[in-house]
C-alpha cells in the first residue's frame, strides 16, 4: 500500500540550529511529493512541492527538502532554525491516478531558545 | 484576498443535532475537499469534489453528506453528531491539475458531547 511516513511526532532543536524534519514514501510510481506547515490555530500552507523538475527544492522561509529516490525519501531542512519555525509540519504525496493527496501523521518542530 | 473562508470557526453539539460547516472559495476552483484533522491522524479526506453538482467519498465519509450546487460553495452536513466526529475540520480547494497545491480555511473546531 501507498503510504507517507514522517519520523518523529516532535522534533526540538536549538534557534540558529539545523532543522532536519524526515519524510520517506512508499510507492511503485515516481510520486509528486509536497511539504505543508500549520501555525497554531491556523490552517496548513504549503511550503515546497516536488515535481520532477529539479530534485532540490527551494521553499518558503528558507526551507528546502531533496528528492532522493534511492531512499525513498523527501526529507526538509532549514539550514538555521528561527523561532517563527515553530509550528507543525506534514509531508504529503500523490502517488496514484486516484489524484487524492497522502498525509504523514505530521511533526511537531519546538524551537528552544 | 479572501481565498477559502470557513464558518463557523468553533461549535459545541450533543450527540444526535445536525448541523452545516460551510465553506467558500473565490479562486475559482474545481476542485474542493474537506478533511478532519485529528491528534497524531495527519489529515484524513471526508469528501471531495471536481466540479459543481460532483461529488465522491474520501477515506472516512461515514456520517457526513456533502453537496457542490456551485464552484464557490461546498457545505459539510453532519447528519446525527456522535462524539467520534470531535475533530477540527478543514475545507480545501486546488486549481485544475493534481499536482497544484491545496489552499485550507482556518479550519472549524467541532466538539461533540
Given at each position: 500500500?501507498?503510504?507517507?511516513?514522517?519520523?518523529?511526532?516532535?522534533?526540538?532543536?536549538?534557534?540558529?540550529?539545523?532543522?532536519?524534519?524526515?519524510?520517506?514514501?512508499?510507492?511503485?510510481?515516481?510520486?509528486?511529493?509536497?511539504?505543508?506547515?500549520?501555525?497554531?490555530?491556523?490552517?496548513?500552507?504549503?511550503?515546497?512541492?516536488?515535481?520532477?523538475?529539479?530534485?532540490?527544492?527551494?521553499?518558503?522561509?528558507?526551507?528546502?527538502?531533496?528528492?532522493?529516490?534511492?531512499?525513498?525519501?523527501?526529507?526538509?531542512?532549514?539550514?538555521?532554525?528561527?523561532?517563527?519555525?515553530?509550528?507543525?509540519?506534514?509531508?504529503?504525496?500523490?502517488?496514484?491516478?486516484?489524484?487524492q493527496?497522502?498525509?504523514?501523521?505530521?511533526?511537531?518542530?519546538?524551537?528552544k531558545? | 484576498?479572501?481565498?477559502?473562508?470557513?464558518t463557523?470557526?468553533?461549535?459545541?453539539?450533543?450527540?444526535?443535532?445536525?448541523?452545516?460547516?460551510?465553506?467558500?472559495?473565490?479562486?475559482?476552483?474545481?476542485?474542493?475537499?474537506?478533511?478532519?484533522?485529528?491528534?497524531?491522524?495527519?489529515?484524513?479526506?471526508?469528501?471531495?469534489?471536481?466540479?459543481?453538482?460532483?461529488?465522491?467519498?474520501?477515506?472516512?465519509?461515514?456520517?457526513?453528506?456533502?453537496?457542490?450546487?456551485?464552484?464557490?460553495?461546498?457545505?459539510?452536513?453532519?447528519?446525527?453528531?456522535?462524539?467520534?466526529?470531535?475533530?477540527?475540520?478543514?475545507?480545501?480547494?486546488?486549481?485544475?491539475?493534481?499536482?497544484?497545491?491545496?489552499?485550507?480555511?482556518n479550519?472549524?473546531?467541532?466538539?461533540?458531547?
Open positions: 500500500a501507498q503510504s507517507v511516513t514522517q519520523l518523529g511526532s516532535h522534533v526540538s532543536v536549538s534557534e540558529g540550529a539545523l532543522v532536519l524534519l524526515r519524510c520517506n514514501y512508499s510507492s511503485s510510481v515516481p510520486p509528486y511529493l509536497f511539504w505543508y506547515v500549520q501555525y497554531p490555530n491556523q490552517g496548513l500552507q504549503l511550503l515546497l512541492k516536488y515535481t520532477s523538475a529539479a530534485t532540490l527544492v527551494k521553499g518558503i522561509n528558507g526551507f528546502e527538502a531533496e528528492f532522493k529516490k534511492s531512499e525513498t525519501s523527501f526529507h526538509l531542512t532549514k539550514p538555521s532554525a528561527h523561532m517563527s519555525d515553530a509550528a507543525e509540519y506534514f509531508c504529503a504525496g500523490l502517488m496514484d491516478s486516484n489524484y493527496l497522502i498525509w504523514g501523521a505530521g511533526t511537531k518542530l519546538i524551537i531558545p | 484576498n479572501a481565498g477559502v473562508t470557513q463557523p470557526k468553533f461549535q459545541v453539539l450533543k450527540t444526535g443535532q445536525s448541523m452545516t460547516l460551510q465553506c467558500a472559495q473565490d479562486m475559482n476552483h474545481e476542485y474542493m475537499s474537506w478533511y478532519r484533522q485529528d491528534p497524531g491522524m495527519g489529515l484524513r479526506l471526508i469528501h471531495y469534489s471536481v466540479g459543481a453538482g460532483i461529488t465522491d467519498q474520501g477515506e472516512v465519509p461515514n456520517g457526513y453528506n456533502v453537496s457542490r450546487s456551485t464552484t464557490e460553495d461546498f457545505p459539510l452536513r453532519l447528519l446525527s453528531a456522535a462524539p467520534s466526529q470531535t475533530s477540527v475540520y478543514f475545507c480545501a480547494s486546488r486549481d485544475d491539475g493534481p499536482n497544484s497545491p491545496l489552499h485550507f480555511g479550519g472549524t473546531r467541532l466538539t461533540v458531547t
